[in-house]
């Protein structure tokens, strides 16, 4: 029992140190290995997720509705914007854990990955958000 504690307490502390951490490069990128996170850009069934699609004159408009959505939130950060990349923090409002969410915008598409800072799975968490963003701002289903 005692090894199982201590495989477990490792296991969670390695995932809060090395899949926590965020790029500097400022794009959406692939997942990890553990199922707490969505990605526009990865292809394998668990973790993909369809990008948001826009009709936006360009790609300003489309970053300012995002914007504009995301700070009548409540629990979360704009953390990093520039012309077409915006990075937020939502914080759970139970335990108070920290996801990062980043959008890549593009013509028509946005790209978009939901993460978990810590913990192995997300309980389907990241799916949701993304599912209620794209629900409440571009209209999809």
């Known amino acids: ?21 965020r790029s500097e490069k400022k794009t959406v990128e692939k997942c990890g290995f553990l199922p707490h996170c969505v990605s526009s850009v990865d292809s394998r069934d668990r973790f993909n997720i369809k990008p948001l699609k826009h009709n936006h004159k360009s790609i300003k408009e489309a ?15 704009v953390e990093f914007e520039n012309d077409n990349y915006i990075h937020v923090t939502y914080e759970s409002k139970l335990m108070g854990y920290i996801d990062d969410v980043e959008f890549l915008f593009t013509d028509n598409i946005v790209h978009i990955r939901s993460i978990s800072r810590i913990g192995i799975s997300d309980l389907g968490v990241n799916r949701e958000r993304v599912e209620k963003i794209r629900k409440d701002i571009f209209n999809e289903m």
Do not use: D, H
Not at 7 to 20: D, E, N, Q, T, V
Not at 63 to 77: A, F, G, I, S, T
């Open 1 to 21: 029992m005692n090894k199982l504690v201590i495989i477990l307490s490792f296991s969670l502390l390695y995932s809060c140190a090395i899949f926590g951490q």
């Open 63 to 77: 970053k300012k509705e995002v914007l504009n959505y995301l700070k009548k939130q409540k629990r979360v950060k």
